[in-house]
């Protein structure tokens, strides 16, 4: 089949795709600058009409009446209000980057008997052993805590368990939109990939954890892209790895084989410049927050859900209607549209390497290609214990391919039947994923020196058993 030589290296059908994908993010913009500056009256106008065209479509669905705990989830503001509604108090905290961004942390210190004391903060108080969790693409902390019952909650059950649970929130989104050197509204803000997450807002909100805690180590647990921060960090950072004792990837993420949508696909295939055209280059996505205000909850779950299927052939059953009811308000936040292309990079590359800032065409030499190449993130140093638990469902996760790119001693759980989106709300994830996640933690202690050295009995292939 014959090239079209327009854009790059492409089919005429993939043309065809992408020229349909732009239109449609041209139109949806378009309606989006409509409706952003429509007045709340016409807002709740539009939400009233969705809501009865729905119960005219569907009026046997006794699901879409959202009631109790699990309607005061969605309609939820921020952290500390969800952390409450189960009878837990958060904290907030702010960190400075070494390049000016300001972050939000935070963090549940106190199981529910043990409210108002002191923990990790001098003489006299708990002293606790420290778990940081950090969340995915397209997310803020709130993923976390945003269950409709306790006892699926992970960061819950660490707390009574007797953890100091620390959350983290990346450059960009709903907790972390400051700067002391850039606004907001401009570009520059906006000029940050995955790299920037590996060299700045990792160590940097780890570092802070430790000092404010007084502690020398911590337990890292990502979800999804969370878990492609710390292969990253942990990667050009060697002092880290004395500081995290172990790292606990969930969903992990690291060069995914590609998007089951072939209009994504031939996004993916494009140079960077077609995708900040269609996308620009501040914040992606940023509409959705509009869509979310104007639709009935459940057409709002069922687009997220064709959505998801659509590009990522996920399904959904693992997690209830219910739950998707309660979370899937708090399921997006803020990012830039660079750190979506370098994933782009990352999977037409098949290389889990840092941002190409020097995209261009091959130069053949003797009929041998030779042109920049960017650098890859070295995962192979990383000698932080490694413990990984996928979905064997998951079309994101290639676990073969990543193994091959990670040190010998990482450890490798499947859950046949999980997708990506379970290991946060499955129905089951009490019982198919917490297990794991606290074996791992007891097994290695907060001896760094001791899990880094090669005292553990590591295991280099994949336990579909356990870890």
């Known amino acids: 089949m014959a090239r079209v030589p327009v854009i790059g290296r492409l089919f005429w059908n993939q043309y065809l795709a992408l020229f349909g994908s732009l239109l449609f993010i041209f139109l949806e913009g378009i309606l989006h600058l409509i409706t952003s500056s429509l007045p709340p009256p016409v807002i709740g106008f539009f939400y ?143 000029d940050f990939s995955m790299d920037q997450f590996a060299f700045h807002d990792i160590p940097d909100s780890i570092d802070y954890i430790l000092s404010a805690t007084s502690q020398k180590c911590l337990s890292y647990i990502g979800f999804s892209q969370g878990t492609a921060q710390a292969f990253a960090t942990l990667s050009i950072h060697p002092g880290l790895n004395q500081k995290v004792s172990v790292f606990i990837g969930l969903a992990p993420a690291m060069s995914p084989a590609g998007l089951h949508n072939g209009v994504v696909d031939s996004l993916i295939k494009a140079s960077p410049d077609v995708l900040f055209l269609a996308f620009g280059r501040r914040s992606i996505l940023s509409s959705a927050t509009m869509w979310q205000a104007i639709l009935y909850p459940p057409i709002f779950v069922r687009i997220i859900d064709v959505s998801l299927s659509l590009l990522f052939n996920w399904r959904g059953a693992n997690i209830s209607t219910v739950q998707k009811l309660a979370a899937y308000p708090h399921l997006y936040s803020y990012t830039s549209t660079k750190s979506v292309v370098h994933w782009f990079q990352i999977i037409r590359n098949k290389s889990f390497q840092m941002y190409d800032d020097d995209v261009g065409p091959t130069l053949n030499i003797g009929g041998v290609a030779r042109y920049y190449k960017p650098a890859k993130f070295p995962t192979r140093n990383i000698r932080t214990p490694i413990a990984l638990v996928y979905g064997g469902s998951d079309s994101l996760v290639d676990i073969d391919v990543m193994l091959k790119e990670l040190p010998r001693h990482t450890v490798a759980t499947s859950i046949p039947h999980y997708e990506h989106l379970d290991f946060l709300w499955a129905k089951d994830v009490h019982k198919m994923v917490f297990p794991r996640v606290f074996e791992a933690l007891r097994k290695f202690d907060s001896n760094v020196g001791n899990a880094s050295s090669g005292k553990q009995n590591h295991n280099a292939e994949t336990n579909p058993d356990g870890l």
């Not at 019952?149 to 953890?163: A, H, K, S």
């Not at 709903?174 to 803000?189: D, L, R, W």
């Open 48 to 190: 009233r009409q969705s809501k009865r065209l729905f119960n005219v479509l569907s009026p046997s669905q006794a699901w879409a009446k959202q009631r109790g705990l699990s309607a005061a989830v969605a309609k939820a503001p921020d952290f500390v209000e969800l952390c409450a509604l189960f009878g837990y108090e958060a904290e907030e905290h702010i960190v400075q980057t070494g390049d000016g961004y300001l972050l939000g942390l935070h963090r549940i210190s106190c199981a529910k008997h043990e409210r108002g004391r002191r923990v990790n903060s001098g003489e006299g108080s708990l002293q606790k052993r420290v778990v940081y969790l950090h969340h995915g693409l397209l997310m803020n902390s709130e993923v976390w805590v945003c269950l409709t019952d306790e006892e699926r909650c992970l960061p819950f059950q660490l707390v009574e368990q007797g953890y100091d649970v620390w959350f983290g929130n990346n450059r960009g989104n709903k907790y972390s939109k400051k700067s002391t050197i850039h606004s907001p509204g401009s570009t520059a803000f906006w």
